[in-house]
């Protein structure tokens, strides 16, 4: 029985494997970031999926928060809370 079940699952994750891939069209995704009380800002970013123009647009966040400089720990933490959570 466990070759069985072993056998079927091996078929399972060829069959997967050698799937072609479809590309995924890349749809604009944007996202809303509070940087303070007053300050709020727009990204948006094209992706295949939310999860990817998620991570884009994170990344852009951080890099515009920092300004490609070192804010220390403290900043540097906050900085991240805002860009881990923007709001949709």
């Known amino acids: 029985m466990k070759t069985i079940i072993l056998v079927f699952a091996l078929l399972i994750g060829f069959a997967s494997w050698a799937a072609p891939a479809v590309p995924a069209t890349p749809k604009t995704y944007s996202f809303q970031f509070k ?3 007053n300050k709020k800002f727009a990204i948006t970013q094209a992706a295949p999926t939310q999860e990817e123009a ?3 647009a994170a990344r852009e966040c951080f890099k515009k928060l920092t300004a490609g400089q070192y804010p220390g720990e403290t ?3 906050e900085i991240i809370d805002i860009c881990a959570n923007p709001k949709m």
């Open 75 to 77: 900043r540097g933490l």
């Open 35 to 37: 940087a303070s009380k």
């Open 54 to 56: 998620y991570k884009l």
